[in-house]
């Protein structure tokens, strides 16, 4: 009997070691889970906080990459358009060496036989061809109370005239010789590209010497006088120069010379003729 007893003693003392075994076991494994889980969230923080600032790094970059790209397309805007207004300088001074090593003479040789005197019953003058059908500018106050008028070429043809229409204010006058031939002609140049020192050159019928060339310089290509602009030139002006053209180097119609201050030989002034073709363009049209 007390064996028995003494066998279940023994069996309730081997069961609550085990289980307090088991028990410690479990604790201990619950333990580690949490401690495990613990370390695993925190690598996953330290990870997600080291990608967050990666990625907040690479943004950075990404801004800053972006602005320096907008600032390189602003230079290289800025670059262009210095190089353009450069080009455009070297270009003229480059025409402008070329004319004055060769003193305008092949220009003048393209050009001259645009360049007409224009005779009248009170008067001369002169004139430049500005269409090959014979369309023909100069100064109103050259055929100014005239009742009779001609106009001859460089090669001494002469011409009847048709005045097509005129603007006393402006002293600009249209006129048209009667022919069916072909004539060379004169373009407009730019007026307002025109800079103080280029050179210049005056075609016209001086003091009755047909088809003369005087070469100058721009004074000022913006001279106000009388409530207008105008170019002013040290180019010899004489009674018979009125209405002729004024050419740069590129025989191109810069102004018509229209008048000069007595008693000083280089104060010239000319129309500027960005004013003369949009008075021509009105009168014919």
Known sequence: MHRIFGDKKQHVIYGLILAIVIIGFTLTGSYQISKIKEDYNSKINNLSVSFDKKLQDKQS???????????????????????ETQFGELSQKIGDLAVESESFSNIISDVIDATVTVVTNVGQGSGAIISSDGYVVTNYHVIEGASKAGIYTYDGTGYAVKLIGYDAGEDIAVLKMISNNTFNHFEFGDSDSLVAGQKVVALGNPAGLSFTATEGIISSPSRYISGDYYIQTDVTINPGNSGGPLINSLGEIIGIVNFKISNYDELGFAIPSNRVEKIVNQIMD
């Open 61 to 83: 970059q990404i801004s800053n990459l972006g602005e320096e790209i907008n600032k390189t397309k602003s230079q290289i805007v800025e670059i262009n358009k210095e190089y």
